[in-house]
C-alpha cells in the first residue's frame, strides 16, 4: 500500500497523557504551587519557543519543493504533532489543577497532600516519601502520586499511627515515623 493512503495516528486526545494514569472519576487534580509553575512554564515554552521554531522549519523545508522525500518537512510535520498534543495535554492539566500549598500544614504531624513521610513497614524497611500531584511526581526522587496506594493508606494519618496497606501479596502494616512539610515562604 502506497505511504500516501495510510493515516498516521492523530492520538486521541486522551492519550496524551504521556504514561500518567487518569484521575480518580470525580476526583481533583491536586498540584504543588513548584509543580503548577513548572507545568505552565513547559507550557509557555513550547508556545513561544520550540513551535515557532519548528514552523520555521517546515515552513522552510516546504518552499524547496518535493515533500514526499523532504526528511526536514516529514519531521518537522511529525514534531509539530508531537508538540500540539503536548500543548493540549498541558493546557487541560492547567485547567482543572487544583493548586494546594503543603506549606500551611507546617508544623502537623497528621498526613496531608505534600507531606513528606517517613514509615516503617512491617519487615523492617524504612522509607521516605513525598506525595505530590500525579503531573509532578518523580520516584526518583522519591515523589509519589497522592493516588498511588502507599498514598491513600498513609493519608491523613498521624505520626505513630499503623496504616495497612493492601498489596497483590497481601496486607502491609506500615508505622508513621515522622511527617513533615515545607516551610511557608516568607512573602513581606
Known amino acids: 500500500m502506497s ?26 487534580n491536586y498540584i504543588t ?14 508556545i513561544d519557543s520550540e513551535r515557532p521554531k519548528i514552523v520555521e522549519i ?22 509539530l504533532r508531537e508538540i500540539d498534543r503536548r500543548i493540549r495535554f498541558l493546557t487541560k492539566r492547567l485547567e482543572i ?3 494546594v500549598d503543603p506549606a500551611v500544614h ?9 507531606a513528606t513521610v517517613t514509615y516503617v513497614d512491617d519487615e523492617g524497611v524504612e522509607r521516605t516519601i513525598t506525595i505530590m500531584g500525579i503531573d509532578e511526581a518523580e520516584s526518583a526522587k522519591n515523589q509519589v502520586s497522592w493516588i498511588a496506594p502507599v498514598s491513600r493508606a498513609l493519608l491523613k494519618s498521624r505520626v505513630g499511627d499503623e496504616v495497612a496497606l ?17 516551610q511557608p515562604v516568607d512573602k513581606s
Open 58 to 79: 517546515v515552513h522552510w523545508a516546504a518552499s524547496n519543493g518535493d515533500r514526499s522525500e523532504n526528511g526536514d518537512y516529514l519531521y518537522g510535520k511529525k514534531r
Open 166 to 182: 493492601p498489596t497483590p501479596a497481601g496486607v502491609r502494616m506500615l508505622e508513621v515515623l515522622d511527617v513533615s512539610y515545607p
Open 106 to 114: 507546617a508544623g502537623s504531624d497528621q498526613v496531608f497532600f505534600g
Open 33 to 46: 504551587p513548584q509543580g503548577y509553575q513548572r507545568i505552565k512554564t513547559e507550557l509557555l515554552d513550547l
Open 3 to 28: 505511504k500516501a493512503f495510510t493515516k498516521e495516528s492523530d492520538g486521541d486526545e486522551d492519550d496524551d497523557l504521556g504514561g500518567l494514569p487518569p484521575l480518580p472519576a470525580g476526583g481533583k
Open 97 to 99: 489543577a487544583e493548586v
